[in-house]
């Protein structure tokens, strides 16, 4: 069984830019989850998906959004870049929503130059 | 809202010791308890659950962890430590089902796990 992938591994992009990631969870799970990896900030959660529907949401500005895909994948969007959002954005999937359940991709490391 | 303190933030420690590493949580409904293990450049892989039951629970390459409600923790053991054990620890809580932030991980600040030979 496949594990969840997120796509790119690596990515730069300028100030004021804008980029879109990718998760792909396990087949069969119907929810996803976004979290953003700072070393000063820690592990800190962006939103989760379920079936189409955003069920829950961090503290983050709405320059981060989200969205998921009738097969379940999701993409996560930052615009207009800023320093700070340089960060390991991870991904988590789970069969039915929750945390009791989740496995994490390997993440998209984000560098904003 | 739930917080999470992990009270060291680096543990060094020589091949075949025991370790501890220590977790406290704070939240005003009940939780769900998380242990998590990062390697270099990886995602996270869950170590250790717990949701009810016995307070004791292990993972399969020998870790155990305790919840202690009264101390609201759960800190992490291992009675002896391999060199492959070396990697970040992340602590973490869930609202039980029916809360409102249920599904959200909030996580601790994360303690490095040395293993020298």
């Known amino acids: 069984k496949a594990g969840v992938t997120q796509t790119p591994r690596y990515l730069i992009k300028t100030r004021g830019q804008q980029v879109t990631l990718s998760c792909s969870p396990i087949?069969?799970?119907?929810?996803v989850s976004w979290y953003q990896q700072t070393p000063g900030q820690g592990l800190q959660f962006l939103f989760e998906y379920f079936s189409e529907t955003q069920r829950n949401k961090g503290n983050f500005p709405g320059r981060f959004s989200g969205r998921q895909f009738s097969n379940s994948r999701s993409e996560m969007n930052v615009s207009t870049l800023e320093l700070g959002d340089s960060a390991l954005y991870l991904c988590a999937s789970s069969p039915t929503g929750g945390s009791l359940e989740a496995f994490f991709g390997q993440g998209t490391r984000l560098t904003v130059v | 809202a739930q917080s999470v303190t992990q009270l060291d933030s680096q543990v060094p420690v020589f091949e075949e010791a025991p370790v501890e590493l220590r977790c406290n949580y704070s939240?005003?409904?009940?939780?769900?308890l998380f242990w998590y293990v990062q390697y270099p450049n990886q995602g996270l892989q869950l170590l250790l659950k717990?949701?009810?039951?016995?307070?004791l629970v292990e993972s399969i390459n020998g870790f155990e962890a305790e919840f202690n409600k009264s101390q609201t923790s759960f800190h992490l053991r291992k009675p002896s430590v391999h060199i492959s054990d070396t990697a970040e620890y992340f602590c973490?809580?869930?609202?039980?089902?029916?809360?409102?932030?249920?599904?959200?991980?909030?996580f601790g600040q994360g303690t490095i796990l040395t293993v020298h030979p």
């Open positions: 717990y949701l009810s039951g016995s307070t």
């Open positions: 973490a809580v869930s609202e039980k089902a029916g809360g409102t932030s249920y599904g959200k991980l909030t």
């Open positions: 939240s005003s409904v009940s939780v769900y």
């Open positions: 087949s069969g799970h119907r929810s």
